[in-house]
């Protein structure tokens, strides 16, 4: 899709510099001097008069149209790059998609959803207890490690004492 937005951006470039070089082609011309062959006497001895200053005149409109050429040509340049970056990130995606699909070809098809799982998980295994002490110690010395504030160690015996 980027591609047909350049061309169009390149085809409305070729137009507006081919019009607006067509339109500057009339100033560019050399205009048709028509002398009349029998001027007043008046007007042959008056001093020639200069002619208006239409080279600067034209030259600023040249400097111009070749500016806003330029800036059209940047602006396209600009386009053809995002252009070309965008089809190359799809590119990479379109290739990173059938990666992905060729690597879940190879899989299990998944259980489709509301279908009972196949076996329940089994339960873990109870850890055996670190202590042999009976719960009556146990509890005496959780106390104990409690009332000196000694918290994380009456907290970790009170747990053995409540797993046991």
């Known amino acids: 899709m980027t591609g047909s937005i350049v061309r169009v951006a390149v085809a409305a470039l070729i137009l507006a510099g081919s019009l607006i070089l067509a339109g500057c082609g009339e100033t560019l011309r050399p205009?048709?001097?028509t002398v009349e062959q029998s001027r007043p006497p008046a007007e042959a001895e008056r001093p020639a008069v200069p002619a208006p200053a239409e080279p600067p005149r034209v030259a600023e409109q040249l400097a111009r149209i070749a500016d806003e050429l330029s800036e059209l040509q940047n602006a396209v340049a600009k386009?053809?790059?995002?252009?070309?970056?965008q089809e190359d990130q799809l590119t990479?995606?379109?290739r990173r998609l059938s990666d992905v699909e060729a690597q879940n070809r190879g899989r299990a098809p998944a259980v489709p959803g509301g279908f009972a799982p196949s076996s329940p998980a089994p339960a873990p295994v109870p850890i055996p207890s670190?202590?042999?002490a009976p719960a009556e110690d146990?509890?005496?010395e959780g106390l104990e490690k409690?009332?000196?504030k000694d918290l994380d160690a009456a907290v970790l015996i009170f747990y053995d004492l409540i797993v046991t």
Do not use: G
């Open 138 to 140: 146990l509890y005496r």
């Open 79 to 85: 386009l053809m790059a995002a252009s070309r970056q």
């Open 146 to 148: 409690f009332r000196a």
């Open 31 to 33: 205009r048709a001097v």
């Open 92 to 94: 990479h995606f379109q």
């Open 130 to 132: 670190a202590t042999t």
